[in-house]
């Protein structure tokens, strides 16, 4: 099939199949004799996979560990639980640290509780403090890209 058919059949962008293939996460499609890319069904389960993963948060290099565990189907399984008992862990510090994120959110939502002027706005006055002093509350809460 050619990208397009296994995007479709896989709720995939084209895009993303490409940018998987350029990381190694997808074996490199066949090429036709106008240099279509040509997947297999094999490629559709392995994406299925990679999807699964990524929606369970996990990073390419997990994912990567994960394929190539998979690809030795005789080798002990071991690794594959160690590599997710620290995929939860890193699960629970994200848990943690948006809860605080939470926490510093309703603190400074707090600080302006009935429309005024803006020049009078609790959670503006406090975002251009914070700003001009060159701090935040907690910079190292925010998980950029986890929303």
């Known amino acids: 099939?050619?990208?397009?058919?296994?995007?479709?059949?896989?709720?995939?962008?084209?895009?993303t199949i490409r940018f998987y293939e350029r990381e190694g996460l997808l074996p490199a499609a066949q090429r036709s004799e106008n240099n279509y890319r040509l997947y297999t069904a094999a490629h559709?389960?392995?994406?299925?996979?990679?999807?699964h993963c990524r929606n369970l948060d996990m990073a390419l290099d997990e994912i990567?560990?994960?394929?190539?565990?998979?690809?030795?189907?005789?080798?002990?399984?071991?690794?594959?639980?160690?590599?997710?008992?620290?995929?939860?862990?890193?699960?629970?510090?994200?848990?943690?640290?948006?809860?605080?994120?939470?926490?510093d959110l309703k603190a400074l939502r707090a600080r302006c509780s009935a429309?005024?002027?803006?020049?009078?706005?609790?959670?503006?006055n406090e975002l251009d403090g914070a700003a001009s002093h060159g701090s935040s509350a907690s910079p190292h809460r925010h998980i950029r890209g986890a929303h």
């Not at 099939?1 to 895009?15: D, F, H, S």
């Not at 559709?44 to 999807?51: H, N």
């Open 64 to 103: 990567r560990s994960l394929l190539r565990l998979r690809d030795a189907p005789l080798q002990d399984c071991g690794e594959v639980n160690a590599l997710l008992d620290e995929h939860i862990g890193h699960v629970g510090q994200r848990i943690r640290e948006l809860r605080a994120l939470e926490k």
């Open 1 to 15: 099939m050619r990208i397009g058919n296994l995007a479709e059949q896989t709720g995939t962008p084209v895009e």
């Open 115 to 124: 429309p005024h002027a803006i020049e009078a706005c609790g959670i503006l």
């Open 44 to 51: 559709a389960d392995r994406l299925a996979f990679i999807r």
